[in-house]
């Protein structure tokens, strides 16, 4: 079993920047992927940024290039996101995730319980 556990959530004004971190326990060998969902009120889970373990390949939603940068522990313990300049539309609670599976359209098997992001205007 593997737990992640986020931090770095907080409240920030438009412009402004934070800095998420995960940190998992447990088994994590054999790790494929490691990133970020994050869900707004009322709104579906959208896909925010991954990296590849192996390969240290970076993915991107269209919606936070250039703003955003994920960072990892290539073993699969820890990934960090790093948000500049971020707009009230990032407001959402941020989640963790990490996946043994390969395909980007594969789901994760583990997430963790979410930090909360809030942008004001």
């Known amino acids: 079993q593997v737990q992640l556990v986020e931090s770095g959530g907080g409240l920030v004004q438009t412009g402004g920047s934070l800095r998420l971190s995960c940190t998992a326990s447990g088994n994590t060998s054999s790790m494929m992927r490691m990133g970020w969902f994050r869900q707004a009120p009322g709104k579906e889970r959208e896909f925010v940024a991954m990296i590849r373990l192996n390969s240290g390949s970076l993915y991107y939603a269209e919606s936070v290039k250039g703003r955003f940068t994920i960072s990892g522990d290539r073993a699969g313990n820890a990934v960090d996101l790093q948000m500049n300049n971020l707009k009230p539309e990032d407001t959402a609670v941020y989640y963790c995730?990490?996946?043994?599976?390969?395909?980007?359209?594969?789901?994760?098997?583990?997430w963790g319980q979410g930090t909360q992001v809030t942008v004001s205007s």
């Open positions: 995730v990490e996946s043994r599976n390969w395909f980007q359209s594969d789901p994760y098997e583990y």
